[in-house]
């Protein structure tokens, strides 16, 4: 899961690549790898990764992402300690890249630095948003995310979900979905992402050799919480809205 | 039926194109730029018209124009975009021409910021631009009521040749939350009288906004506000959550009014009486959702929670006519108000003068 130094994550728009980063690099963390996450998402105004720099610094994560007023624009502003993560062969990166074409248009800006590299470039697929509901349209997406990132895909991360109304069958349907993708394009699911309160039931009936990286949920609205900065605090396992 | 997870903007796209319009003109501003992302991605796969125009004002101006021709055609912006386009709004309204409008408010006044906010109410519901006229005003407060809502809002905008205009804050548009699409349906649109397609051997059809008698004005003026009535009598529109036996009322549109649902379920646990109106037209203000519960003669408080400085109290004290007090809370500048906070409002109320 971790052989390479540097993990870029992109993917649709709300196809799950900020909590795909944030969870990955909890994960390389527990695991005792030191681990920087860069907040390359330009083209989002909210649900960044920004929004739980305390949280992600307490627990162990480095976080490079624009600072002060900064952070709070919808600004491509990129902070130059990104190059420091690009060239410390030590640390191992998890790049959180914002979404479709566009977003993935800043990766071209650090392409010399990342071929020099060894690096793995994961394309998230959530088979029930729009735009990416087939194998067909998903293939023409990944082409289109290449062609602007000037990079090639080398893994897909397989994240079908329906917020809180996730189920398994929404899980599996969808991972079938990835893995026909996988098979056309000869490209490796590097893992399937199960939100943490599925991950007994996916286990249960998942029949193939896969790792299955456990979700806690970062990004949600702020009636999720009862407190006054609710994209601060650590967030419980997901429960129902109240409506 | 097929369940998908979206955000709030691409939700407004899709319900439109459901709805049968297959003309967007708009301009990039966030939080709401995911809407025309979508469009200009899903309107060619369903044979309609995207069109990025140079500002505010030309958007706003095509939708004009389209709208004479018969088209069924939206546009959308937040907050600054929606101020420059009010002059092209208020000739829409002058003109009697049907078209959607969608505002995803974020923080204000001036530049503001990009954060969630309620603060365009006054602008929303007293018309906006210049001249004596009103908009429909539809705030939904999840994602499915935005695919639910836009339907009805281009049916209004058509069955009273007016703008409607539905209005959300950055976190509605910028949320993702499953929705139930049905199968997509060609969507035969009624008859256009009024669009300049060709007289048919019927009157001529000429769209103008300039009337330079003062009689005719003033019967034009009359006609429009004959019109607005109607719409005040019949399209009144609220959700009532737990407010049969409430003591205390609040009430809460969109993002804020899922806030205040959260609230109301918090208190019952505690065994608060407290429930919730959401208004769903701000314009029409829903008084008939006031009247009833007033006569029911439980109810001892209102209490306004915004993401404002206070503008839908305004609307709710015309409702009440001080026959109860009317309190508020509010957070703003792009803050929101928390459960937390809000119980406590409720509390300070309910509970102290029994101390």
Known sequence: ?243 | MAKVLMKGNEAFGEGAIRAGCRFYFGYPITPQSELAHFLAKRMPEVGGTFLQAESELASINMVYGAAGAGARVMTSSSGPGISLMQEGISFIACAELPCVIVNIMRGGPGLGNIAPVQSDYFQATRGGGHGDYRLIVLAPSSVQEIIDLIREAFDLAEKYLNPVLMLGDGLLGQMMEPVELNEVKEVSLPPRPWATSGRMGGPKRIINTLIIVPEELEKHNLKLNQKYKRIEVKEQRWENYQTEDAQLVLVAFGTAARVCKGVVDYCREQRLAVGLIRPITLWPFPVKAFDYLLSLATVRYFLSVEMSTGQMIEDIRLAVNGRRPVYFYGRFGGMLPVLTDVVKEVKKLLLEEEC
């Not at chain 1, 909210?46 to 600072?67: A, D, K, Q, S, W």
């Not at chain 1, 490796?188 to 991950?199: E, G, I, K, N, T």
């Not at chain 1, 990004?219 to 409506?243: F, N, R, S, V």
């Open chain 1, 1 to 243: 899961m971790h052989e390479k130094k540097l993990t870029i994550f992109v993917g649709n728009l709300g196809s799950g690549k900020t909590e795909i980063a944030l969870n990955f690099a909890l994960f390389l963390v527990k695991q005792g790898y030191p681990t920087t996450i860069v907040d390359l998402d330009i083209i989002n105004p909210y649900f960044r990764t920004r929004m739980v720099r305390h949280v992600l610094e307490h627990m162990g994560v480095r976080v490079v992402c624009p600072r002060g007023e900064l952070a709070n624009a919808d600004l491509p502003s990129l902070p130059p300690a990104i190059q420091s993560v690009l060239e410390d062969t030590f640390n191992y990166g998890v790049f959180d890249v914002g979404g479709d074409e566009i977003g993935a248009t800043i990766l071209g800006r650090y392409k010399a630095f990342l071929l020099k590299n060894s690096y793995a470039l994961y394309y998230v697929i959530n088979q029930c948003r729009p735009f990416t509901g087939d194998k067909a349209s998903i293939i023409k997406n990944i082409h289109f995310i290449e062609k602007s990132a000037r990079l090639k895909i080398t893994g897909l991360v397989s994240n079908t979900n329906l917020g809180w109304a996730t189920d398994v069958q929404t899980i599996f349907k969808g991972h079938e979905v990835v893995k026909t993708v996988a098979a056309e394009l000869d490209l490796p699911v590097a893992f399937l992402s199960v939100r943490r309160d599925l991950m007994l039931q996916v286990s249960m009936r998942l029949n193939e050799d896969i790792f299955l990286l456990p979700l806690e949920i970062f990004m949600q609205p702020p009636w999720y919480y009862g407190i006054t900065d609710p994209l601060l605090k650590i967030p419980q396992t997901a429960k129902e809205i109240p409506d």
